[in-house]
C-alpha cells in the first residue's frame, strides 16, 4: 500500500480488504484460530420492511469490482431500481472470503445511493429542463466520479468535474466562474465575455455569467448585446443577495424579449434544490445544481448474516432467512422469503451479480438512468410534491 501526498486511501487498499474496519480482522483471526469458517448467506439492506421510502441504488459497479474474484455468488437489484426496504444484495460463501470486504461495500452502496436519489428527486423537479451537476466542489476531490456518476444515474443531463469526466468516459462542461469576470474588472464585463467567446473551442456553449458587479437585467442585456450568437446568460447570485429570485429571473426574460433576445435562454445556479426548481423552471431553460445532490447523506445500509450452512440464523432486530424482492403490478415493493413467493404476482428484482467470483452483469450508466427514470414513474416517486 502506497500513500501520496493527499489524505487519501488508495485503490490497492480497497481492493485487497485493508480499508476495513479493524474488528473484521479480528473476527478472521478469531475464525482461523477457532477453525470455523461456515457457508453464510449475508444480506445488505436498509430497513427490513417496506416503508415508502423510495431510494435508487447506486454504485454497484465498484461493489461488483470490489467482490469480483472472490469464491461468493451475489445477487442484487439492479442498478437504477428503486427500493423501499429489504435487501438489495445477497452474498453467499464462505463468510472469511468476504468479511474484511464489508466496510468498503457499504461504504461504496451508501454514498453512491444517497446522491442518486436526491438527483432523482431535482430531475422530477424540472423534467423538461436542463439540469447539470455542479456538485464536487463540495466533496472530498477523491469522490468526484462517483459524484458525477451517481447525479448521470438519477437523472441529471451533464457534470463538470475533468477528471471525472475521464473516469466515467464523460465531457465535463461549464460557463464561467465570477473569478474570470472579476480578473477583468468592474465595468470591464464586454471584455471578459468576448475574450471568452474567442478563446474557447466553437462547440462550447456562449453562456455569460451576468451578476458579477451590476442588476442581473443590466448584465444580461449587456452581455447579450456583447456577443453574437450568445445560448445563454447565467445567474448565479448568492442567496444573500438575490432576494425574489423568481421575480429577478422573469425581468430578466422580459427585458431580453423586449430587445429582440429572445433566442438567449437563461440558466441559474447556486444553493438550488427541488423547490428552487419547480418555482423556476416555467420561467429558465437549465439548472446548474450542487450541494443538493453532493451533500446527501449515505444510506443506511448494513449488512447482516442471515442464514448460517442452510439454516436461518439473524440477530436481533432483523429477518432471518434469505429473500427475494419483487415490483409488484401496482408499483409495490414486496419482500418475502427466497423461494417462497408468488413469482406471478411481480418481478423479481434480486438477479445474478457475481457467480463463483465472475461479474456476470454490465454496468451502463444511460441504462441505470432509464431504469431509474422509469422505476420511479411505476412507484410514484416524487408524485406528492
Known sequence: MTQGPFTVVDQDA???????????????????????????????NASQFPSGDWSVLAGLDDAAHLLEG????????????????????????????????ETALLGFLSHASGMATRALEVRNAAPDSTVLSFGSRHVHPSLGAVVERSALIGGLDGISNVAAGAVIDREAGGTMPHA????????????????????????????????????????????AEAVDGLDSVRLDTTSSRR???????????????????????????????????????????????????SNADPLDFGLDIVAV????????????GAKQVYRTPEGGHAITRAGAGDESAGEPLLEPLIEDGSVVREFDIDDAAARARDDGAAVGFGADL
Not at 445477487?75 to 460463501?93: K, Q
Not at 450452512?309 to 432471518?320: C, I, N, T, V
Open 180 to 223: 474570470l469576470m472579476i480578473c477583468f474588472g468592474r465595468g470591464e464585463q464586454e471584455a471578459a465575455w468576448q475574450a471568452f467567446d474567442a478563446a474557447v473551442d466553437p462547440d462550447v456553449p456562449r453562456v455569460a455569467l451576468s451578476d458579477t458587479y451590476s442588476d442581473e437585467v443590466d448584465e444580461a442585456i449587456r452581455a
Open 243 to 293: 432576494g425574489d429570485f423568481e421575480r429577478i429571473v422573469r425581468e430578466v426574460r422580459w427585458e431580453l424579449d423586449a430587445r429582440g433576445h429572445d433566442d438567449v435562454g437563461i440558466f441559474v445556479s447556486g444553493g438550488l434544490g427541488p423547490d428552487e426548481l419547480r418555482a423556476l423552471r416555467a420561467h429558465v431553460d437549465g439548472f446548474g445544481v450542487g450541494g443538493y445532490v
Open 14 to 44: 480497497i481492493a485487497s480488504g485493508a480499508a476495513t474496519d479493524a474488528y473484521f480482522d479480528r473476527t478472521e483471526r478469531t475464525l482461523a484460530h477457532a477453525g470455523r469458517n461456515p457457508h453464510v448467506v449475508a444480506e445488505v
Open 309 to 320: 450452512e442452510g439454516e436461518p440464523a439473524a440477530k436481533r432486530g432483523k429477518l432471518s
Open 70 to 101: 472472490l469464491p461468493i455468488d451475489v445477487l442484487a437489484i439492479p442498478e437504477g431500481r428503486l427500493f423501499d426496504g429489504g435487501p438489495v444484495m445477497r452474498i453467499e460463501g464462505r463468510y472469511a472470503s468476504f468479511a474484511r470486504y
